[in-house]
């Protein structure tokens, strides 16, 4: 059975940057059909999808984040990373990472780490 | 990028028929996808490609599409069902919907 499970620190200062990492287990991150995902939700309210990679490092992002993100893929590790510069409040949210199934016509999160609370806090 | 609509809530009696829409100008051409979230928990998809359901999902669930709407039906809702309903599309990029509170009471 695929786990997914986010790790990095739960506080991080404003302006800083936020690290978190996936860690990838029961299925390989080097699968051809898979993106891996980072998706977000502030308390209380809904779902923010950040950004995909695959395992080559081909990216598929909101551009609506896209100049504060970075994210990287370490498949020797089986992990994949995020980094999110520039921190605000509003940078407050439960972040998931998630397997992103991406085809011709499918384009859907079929797996889910149990998410991690990163708060932007002095 | 596009916007998905969906009601903030909506309220069923157990065994009931509870239907939860949403709508966006990209859903003829985009396929919707469903996920289902409890408190404190992650999402599970519930539903993929319009009509599809995963295994493990009950049967009771079922979605339709029409135009511009598709609709996530749970008949004869259970108390169990209760939780909050996110629809997702993507065409360039991944949306979702802003989330429905399924109510079972």
């Known amino acids: 059975q695929l786990q997914l499970q986010e790790s990095g620190p739960g506080l991080v200062k404003p302006s800083e940057t936020l690290s978190l990492t996936c860690t990838v287990s029961g299925g390989s991150i080097s699968s051809s059909t898979y993106y891996w995902g980072w998706i977000r939700q502030p308390p209380g309210k809904g779902l923010e999808w950040i950004e995909s990679i695959n395992y080559s490092g081909s990216t598929y992002y909101n551009p609506s984040l896209k100049s504060r993100v970075t994210i990287s893929v370490d498949t020797s590790k089986s992990q994949f990373s995020l980094r999110l510069s520039s921190v605000t409040a509003a940078d407050t949210a439960v972040y998931f990472c998630?397997?992103?199934?991406?085809?011709?016509?499918?384009?859907?999160?079929?797996?889910w780490g149990q998410g991690a609370l990163v708060t932007v806090s002095s | 990028s596009y916007e998905l609509t969906q009601p903030p809530s909506v309220s069923v009696s157990p065994g009931q028929t509870a239907r939860i829409t949403c709508s966006g100008d990209?859903?003829?051409?985009?396929?919707a996808y469903w996920y289902q979230q409890k408190p404190g928990q992650a999402p599970v998809v519930v539903m993929y490609k319009d009509t599809e359901r995963p295994s493990g999902i009950p049967e009771r669930f079922s979605g339709s599409s029409s135009g511009t709407t598709v609709t996530l039906t749970i008949s004869g809702a259970q108390a169990e069902d209760e939780a909050d309903y996110y629809c997702q599309s993507a065409d360039s990029s991944v949306v979702f919907g802003g989330g429905t509170k399924l109510t079972v009471l």
């Open positions: 998630a397997r992103h199934l991406i085809s011709a016509t499918v384009k859907y999160f079929d797996y």
């Open positions: 990209a859903l003829p051409k985009q396929y």
